[in-house]
C-alpha cells in the first residue's frame, strides 16, 4: 500500500528538443489501478522508467508515501516493472523467473520453492515451474511475468503495455486476472496503454498524457461527461464541435442558441461538445424547438447494435450513435432533427491553435 | 502440437539426398582444413626426404622425442605462451563486454572515429606498431617484461574482442536487465544472472579469437622482449628457419594444436550446435 506522488516531474533526453516527460504532477493512490493513457511516444514508458529508478529525472521529484525515493537504486525502490515483449528470462525455468526476486535477495531454496509454487496457483498455472518459457504460451508467459512481479509484494506494480501482443480474447481474460490479482494483493498499479477502451476497462484513475504533458487526470467516466479540453474530448471520442460565445448558460452557435448549464466557460468564447451517443434523434416533422435543429444524413453504418450516423447542418457535421432501440433505421439523404439534451453539452475554452 | 506426418517415399529420396551433400560437404571442410596440416605430419615423422620423393625416404619418431626432450625448451615456451595469452585474453573479454556495448548499443558523435581507431592496429603493418610501441616500452622499463609483452598483445586482441562484442550488442535488448534490476537485482547480480547468459556465446567467441591472436604473436614479441620471453611462436619461426625440417613440423603441430581444440570449441558457438557432437552422431 504505497501512494505515489510526482511532482513537477521531467525527463529530457541529452540532444532532444523537448522534454519527453515534461513537468508532470500525478497523485497516484495507494492500491488503486492507474492508467498512464496517450499515444505512442508521449512519454508514459519514459514515466514508468523514472518511478522504477532506471531513468534519472532531469527535475522534479517522486515521492512514495511522502518520502522522496530519488536517491534510492532501482533495486531498491520496489518498484517492479512488467513489459509486453521480453517478457521472461529465456535462460530460466518459469519457477527460476518466478523465484528470481528471492534469489536475489538470497532467499533459502525451500523458501523460494514454496514461494513460487503459491505465486503459480495465484495466476492459475500450477504445476508448470519446470518447464522453459519458450515451452509456454503467449498468455501463460504473461502470467508466469506476472508472478514474478508480485513474489515480493512490490510496492509499486508498473505494467507497461503488457497486453498488447495478445489475441483479443486472451487480452480479456488477462485484464480480468491482472484486476482479480490487483485487487487482492492492493498494490499500488500503474498501467500503460494506448488504448482508451483499455484503460477505461482496466483503470480507476486515467492519466491522459500527450507531448509529454499531463492533459487529465480523474476516473474513467469524467472523460467522457467533462473532459478538460477539446484535445481530451476528441482522444475519448467526442468529434462533435460546434464553437460559439457562452453567456447566462447559453451558447449562441452558428446554428442557433442552445441551453447548456453544464460549462467550464462562464462568458465569452466557448466550443460546445456533446457525444455521439448524447444526440436525440428524429424524423422532422414540426420546425425545431430548444436545443434542436434541423440536418440531413450523409452516411450511415449499420452495426446490429448501433447505427452510426453522419449529419450534415449548416456548415457542420455531427456524428450520432443510436441504440439498436432507435425507431427506425434512416437513409443517406434523409431529413432529420436533432436533439441536444442541456444536461449532456458540455462547454470548453476553445481550443488553441 | 502435433506430430509430423511420416515423409512419403518422395521426401524421403529428397532427405536422403540432403544427408548425402551435407556429408560431402563436410568432408570437403574437413580436406581443406586438414591437408595443410598433412606435409607437417609426414615430415614431422620423416627421417629422410629429399624433393623428387612424394614420401620420404625413412620413418623416425626422432624429431617428436626431441620436442619431447627438456633440452628442446617445448614446455617453457608453452608456458611463456600461457602466461602472456592468458591475461590477454581476460584482459581483452573484461575490455570487450563495457567497449563493445558502448559501440553496439549507444549513438554517439564520433563514434565512427572510435570503430576506425580501434581497427587501425589491424590495418597498420603490425611491425610499425610494435616498433612505435617499443620506443615507448624502453622508456617506461617495460621492454623485455611479460607485462611489456602482454600490453603489446592486447592491442589487436582486445580490438578483435570489441568488434565481436559490438556485433554482439547491436542485437542485444537490454529490458530485461531493468526488469532484473526493478526486480531488486542490483548491477552485478543483474550482469551475472541476465546479461552474462545472453552474452555468453559471443563472450566465448570473442576469447578464443582474443587467445589465438595472442598466441600467433611474433614480431610483436620478439621486438618487446626478445630476450627475455621465449614463446612457442619464437621456437617455431627458430626452427623452421634452422634445417631440421622433422623438428619444425612436430613443433609447428604443437603450436597448431590449441588452435584446432579451440576452433571446436568455437563452432559450438558459432553455429548454436555443437559440430563435434553432430559429427560423432552421423
Ligand atoms: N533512451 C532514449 N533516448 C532518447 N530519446 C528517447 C529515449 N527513450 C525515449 N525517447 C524519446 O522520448 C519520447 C517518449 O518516449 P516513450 O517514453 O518511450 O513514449 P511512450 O512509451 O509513450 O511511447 C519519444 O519521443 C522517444 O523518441
Ligand atoms: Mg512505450
Redesign the pocket.
Given at each position: 500500500m504505497t501512494a505515489v506522488t510526482l511532482s513537477g516531474l521531467t525527463k529530457s533526453?541529452p540532444g532532444?528538443t523537448r522534454p519527453?516527460v515534461d513537468r508532470l504532477d500525478l497523485a497516484l493512490t495507494s492500491g488503486k489501478i492507474h492508467a498512464l493513457l496517450?499515444p505512442?511516444?508521449?512519454?508514459?514508458?519514459?514515466?514508468l522508467k523514472l518511478i522504477a529508478g532506471l531513468l534519472r529525472p532531469t527535475s522534479g521529484d517522486i515521492r512514495f508515501d511522502g518520502t522522496s525515493v530519488l536517491a534510492v537504486p532501482a533495486e531498491r525502490r520496489g518498484a517492479v516493472l512488467m513489459f509486453q515483449n521480453h517478457l521472461l528470462f529465456p535462460y530460466m525455468s518459469v519457477g527460476e523467473n518466478v523465484g528470481y526476486a528471492l534469489k536475489v535477495r538470497h532467499e533459502s531454496r525451500a523458501v523460494i520453492a514454496s514461494r513460487v509454487d503459491e505465486m503459480l496457483e495465484l495466476v492459475k498455472l500450477p504445476g508448470l515451474a519446470n518447464r522453459r518459457p519458450r515451452e509456454l504460451s503467449g498468455g501463460q508467459q504473461q502470467r508466469v511475468a506476472l508472478a514474478r512481479a508480485l513474489i515480493v509484494r512490490p510496492r509499486v506494480l508498473l505494467l507497461d503495455e503488457p497486453l498488447s501482443n495478445l489475441d483479443a480474447d486472451l487480452r480479456d481474460d488477462m485484464r480480468a486476472l491482472i484486476r482479480a490479482v490487483q485487487a487482492q494483493l492492493a498494490v499500488t498499479t500503474v498501467f500503460?496503454t494506448?488504448d482508451q477502451q483499455e484503460a477505461v476497462v482496466m483503470a480507476d484513475t486515467i492519466a491522459l498524457m500527450s507531448g509529454?504533458v499531463l492533459l487529465q487526470t480523474a476516473a474513467p467516466d469524467v472523460f467522457y461527461d467533462s473532459p478538460a479540453s477539446v484535445e481530451v474530448a476528441r482522444f475519448f471520442g467526442n468529434t462533435n464541435l460546434l464553437p460559439g460565445t457562452c453567456a447566462d448558460g447559453r451558447i449562441a452557435t452558428p446554428l442557433g442558441t442552445f441551453r447548456a448549464p453544464r460549462s467550464t466557460v462562464t462568458t465569452g468564447p466557448a466550443v460546445l461538445t456533446i457525444r455521439p451517443e448524447s444526440i436525440k434523434f428524429s424524423a422532422t416533422g414540426q420546425p425545431p424547438g430548444a436545443n434542436e435543429l434541423g440536418g440531413q444524413v450523409l452516411s450511415h453504418i449499420y452495426a446490429g447494435t448501433h447505427a452510426r450516423y453522419r449529419i450534415a447542418a449548416g456548415d457542420f457535421h455531427f456524428d450520432v450513435i443510436t441504440d439498436a432501440e432507435a425507431a427506425r433505421i434512416y437513409r443517406d439523404g434523409d431529413p432529420v432533427r436533432l436533439r441536444f439534451p442541456p444536461e449532456k453539452i458540455w462547454l470548453l475554452p476553445p481550443h488553441s491553435g | 502440437m502435433t506430430e509430423p506426418a511420416p515423409p512419403d517415399p518422395m521426401e524421403r529420396r529428397s532427405q536422403r539426398l540432403t544427408t548425402l551433400l551435407r556429408g560431402l560437404s563436410l568432408i570437403l571442410l574437413a580436406i581443406w582444413l586438414v591437408a595443410p596440416f598433412i606435409p607437417l605430419l609426414i615430415w614431422s615423422f620423416s627421417f629422410h626426404w629429399t624433393f623428387p620423393h612424394l614420401l620420404p625416404e625413412g620413418w623416425s619418431l626422432r624429431s617428436w622425442q626431441d620436442v619431447a626432450n627438456p633440452s628442446s625448451q617445448v614446455l617453457p615456451a608453452i608456458r611463456d605462451s600461457l602466461l602472456i595469452a592468458l591475461p590477454v585474453t581476460v584482459l581483452s573479454a573484461l575490455i570487450a563486454i563495457p567497449a563493445g556495448r558502448a559501440l553496439g548499443q549507444h549513438r554517439f558523435p564520433g563514434k565512427r572515429l572510435v570503430e576506425f581507431l580501434i581497427l587501425a592496429p589491424n590495418i597498420v603493418p603490425g611491425l610499425t606498431v610494435a616498433l612505435g610501441i617499443q620506443i615507448a616500452f624502453l622508456r617506461y622499463g617495460l621492454a623485455n617484461t611479460f607485462t611489456g609483452v602482454i600490453l603489446v598483445h592486447l592491442v589487436p586482441s582486445m580490438s578483435y574482442a570489441v568488434l565481436v562484442m559490438a556485433g554482439v550488442f547491436a542485437n542485444y535488448d537490454p529490458q530485461a536487465e531493468e526488469v532484473s534490476r526493478s526486480l531488486g537485482a542490483n548491477r552485478w547480480q543483474t550482469f551475472r544472472h541476465v546479461t552474462l547468459p545472453a552474452i555468453f556465446p559471443g563472450l566465448m567467441v570473442a576469447s578464443l579469437f582474443a587467445f589465438l591472436i595472442s598466441w600467433d604473436q611474433y614480431i610483436a614479441t620478439i621486438l618487446i622482449a626478445g630476450g627475455t620471453v621465449k614463446t612457442l611462436s619464437i621456437l617455431v619461426v627458430a626452427a623452421a628457419g634452422g634445417g631440421d625440417r622433422a623438428l619444425a613440423g612436430a613443433l609447428s603441430l604443437v603450436f597448431i594444436a590449441p588452435a584446432v581444440v579451440f576452433l571446436i570449441i568455437a563452432s559450438k558457438y558459432l553455429t548454436g550446435v555443437s559440430a563435434a557432437r553432430r559429427l560423432g552422431r552421423r
Open positions: 533526453y532532444a519527453a496517450g505512442s511516444g508521449c512519454g508514459k514508458t519514459s514515466t500503460v494506448h509529454g | -
